[in-house]
């Protein structure tokens, strides 16, 4: 069974440019979560996507957004990158709780945004 | 504010013995707590689990342990490995309405020396 992927893994980008991370779940998982680390910040949860729909969101600004499609794959976007934006950009995939007993979140390996 | 609190930012441990990680949390609404493992310029790695209605879950090398009325909960690595020398992550999410958010803490980085 494939692993969630995350593409592109290593990005650089200038100030007030956007940008395009992508992600694709395990089969069969519905739930896409993106989280940003920093050395500072630590894992930040950004939001998450269950079919199609956000479920949840962080507290980040309105410059990230993300999109799910039909097939559970999801997108997040940039806008107006600032410095402060480089950081490692996770995206988790999991299947739906059921019940009282949580799930597990696989994450890919992530993509590297520099902005400069 | 910070719900889920590693306070030891690192670790140093002896191959062979026992390494003990901690994790602190504020919120008593959290029911699934998880640890994971995290190599530099990857993403993490699901180690094991525990839900808030057991209070030790064990799973080959690694236990997790729960104490609900303390809002604490550790992983102990027994025996410790060169190749666990890593960060790890406790993390946290609420019930299912909430969806699949977790809340994670800052890390310890851990290092087993040979």
């Known amino acids: 069974k494939a692993g969630v992927t995350q593409t592109p893994r290593y990005l650089i980008k200038t100030r007030g440019q956007q940008v395009t991370l992508s992600c694709s779940p395990i089969s069969g998982h519905r739930s896409v979560s993106w989280y940003q680390q920093t050395p500072g910040q630590g894992l930040q949860f950004l939001f998450e996507?269950?079919?199609?729909?956000?479920?949840n969101k962080g507290n980040f600004p309105g410059r990230f957004s993300g999109r799910q499609f039909s097939n559970s794959r999801s997108e997040m976007n940039v806008s107006t990158l600032e410095l402060g934006d480089s950081a490692l950009y996770l995206c988790?995939?999991?299947?739906?709780?059921?019940?009282?007993?949580?799930?597990?979140?696989?994450f890919g390996q992530g993509t590297r945004l520099t902005v400069v | 504010d910070q719900q889920v609190k590693q306070n030891s930012p690192s670790l140093s441990v002896q191959e062979g013995r026992i390494s003990i990680l901690n994790c602190d949390y504020t919120?008593?609404?959290?029911?699934?707590f998880l640890w994971y493992k995290k190599y530099p310029a990857e993403g993490p790695t699901f180690l094991i689990s525990?839900?808030?209605?057991?209070d030790k879950n064990e799973d080959g090398r690694f236990t997790v342990f729960l104490n609900k009325s303390a809002k604490h909960l550790s992983l102990h690595i027994v025996p410790s490995q060169p190749g666990d020398s890593a960060v790890y992550f406790c993390a946290a999410s609420v019930p299912q309405a909430a969806g699949n958010k977790l809340t994670f803490g800052g890390g310890t980085r851990v290092l087993v020396k040979p």
């Open positions: 525990i839900s808030s209605i057991k």
């Open positions: 988790a995939s999991s299947q739906d709780r059921a019940g009282p007993v949580g799930t597990e979140a696989f």
């Open positions: 919120n008593s609404m959290f029911d699934y």
């Open positions: 996507y269950f079919s199609e729909t956000q479920r």
